[in-house]
């Protein structure tokens, strides 16, 4: 079979065509991160006027239909007739690497942006069914229209000659944004509050449907995120801070150690969220410099001793890392990865010396640094004997995980996918219901131990987590779980517990596990929960499952005829054609665990799974009006 390929198979997309066909490029996902990140890329237009000296306030509104308003009092986007005889404004919000945040000389209109590709607000426009701007500036204003980002009206008329700003009232595209156009209000207001602490004195002011209105705004910066990050957490050391300039290349960073043996970390580029990146590697030396020239000095590491590793430096940190350049260089238009290799550099230098003036006038705090580094490493070791003690018993574990894993049979990892069961009965079940071609059951004889507040050394001890490892296809390696994607043994890890008290404590013993010890599942999409069915609709000979309350209600609606209503049981108590409903691609329904607010993540966790009883009772009391309970 032959496929004629010539010219006219050759297409030349215009920049707007490009990002409604691969919006993923552009704005990394087209799920409910998406809505909020051409949200985020509106409000960071106004952040980048604030970081030039010409906002302080910004305005939110989100309606209940999807739209959204997003009001700023700085300068105002310039308009009038470009060179070639277009509109400005159409050309800011419809051509591809159109701004003038490109020459970042000081000379022109920006000294630093978060945006610096010329496309963020184009995708905003591109990805909205409907989109309009107004830009107010020098007496005049300038409205624009768009309909999937082409351009539908244009006009200029007086205005005001004290009133200055933009204004940008869009609806999502629900023809990109399948999953839903709404906004999630928790996370937006997240990552308003970042954006406070990065610009303090700036208000943000935020009205979300009925909600009432919320002016968000922080005047002592990210010492005020330091103190949030570490809220309910027993904490070693005062916060450390600096604040530097030189060349227009500025560091503002704090830091703080606690108890716990995560770390967290939040790091931005001209006000723009990255999760890695060269700024982040010139602290890391500066940090692991000057802790090991304390300690050497100080005595607390003897001759003999190896230096203290950036790994072992790691554990219990929360650092926030305010990073501004003129020109950023990220890995994609999604800026999470900040790639400038200038960055690395002035980093470590511009934090280095006050790093060591910092510990010198508080030894209290620079001890428990290292006394905290210290037990990081003598925990590694004690992980690295306890991988030994597994391994010497591998023939026995051989003899064990059989009992406990039933295995697909495909040798293609990411066509197979694992079931997390407890108990004997939903086992057995879940066996006979599955595709033995490419679903594996893992059964939990017991529950996993929380492993909140315990090293890998004892989490290892505990059957449990052990056999996971095993089943998964993790490697320990330097007193660590390694995720070595390679080495995988499937490409969905499947958490399978009822909807009920002791379904969920199963559900989060085994987050808690991964999300401290092998977070790269979750971060790289490994990790689900399965949501079974509330519901079973029969309806003459026609049966249909439907997952909650909603889907009832939903359903009722649109059925006025006669039908049986039952609730679901536990797994346990499914038969076989029941629990495939649980388990066929086709009926189910998964839901992948993200790590896209980690910190949220931590506190629910410290709340819950910590030995302090009073965050836990707070909890219920402010949350129990959520359950579901049947009397």
Known sequence: MSIDYGVKDIKTLEGIEAIRLRPGMYIGSVGPAGVRHITLEIISNAVDEYLNGHCTLCNIRVEKDGHIDITDNGRGVPFGKAKDGSETLVNVYTKLHTGAKFDSDGKTGYNTSGGMNGVGAKATNALSSAFMVTSIRDGKCAIAHFEKGKLKSYKEEAFDKNVHGTCVRFLPDATIFKEGINLEYDALKKQ???????????????????????AITSQNGIKDYISDLNNKKNTLTSVFYTESMEDRIGVKLAMQYNDTYTDVYRLYTNSIPNSAGTHLTGFRTALTQSINEYARDKKYLKEKDTNITGEELKEGLTLVLSFIMPDPVFSGQTKDVLSSSEARTAVQRLVSKDIKTWLEANPKDAKAIVDKALLARAAREKAKKAKETVRKA?????????????????????????FLVEGESAAGTTIKARNRSTQAVFQLRGKPLNVLKCDLHKALQNKEISGMVDAFGLEIKDGKIIVDESKLRYGKIIITADADVDGSHIRILCLTFLWKFCPELITKGYVYAAVPPLYKITQGTKIMYLKDDKALEAFRKSNPKKYELGRMKGLGEMDADEMEIVMNPETRTLKQISMEDAESVAKTFMSLMGEAVEPRKKFIAENSWRANIDV
């Open 394 to 418: 591998d023939t026995k574990r051989r003899t064990l995980l059989p009992d406990v894993l039933s295995d697909a049979n495909s040798k293609m990892r990411y066509e197979c996918e694992v």
């Open 192 to 214: 308003i509050q970042e954006l406070a602490y990065l610009s303090p004195g700036m208000t943000f002011n935020l009205k979300f449907e009925d909600k009432d209105e919320e």
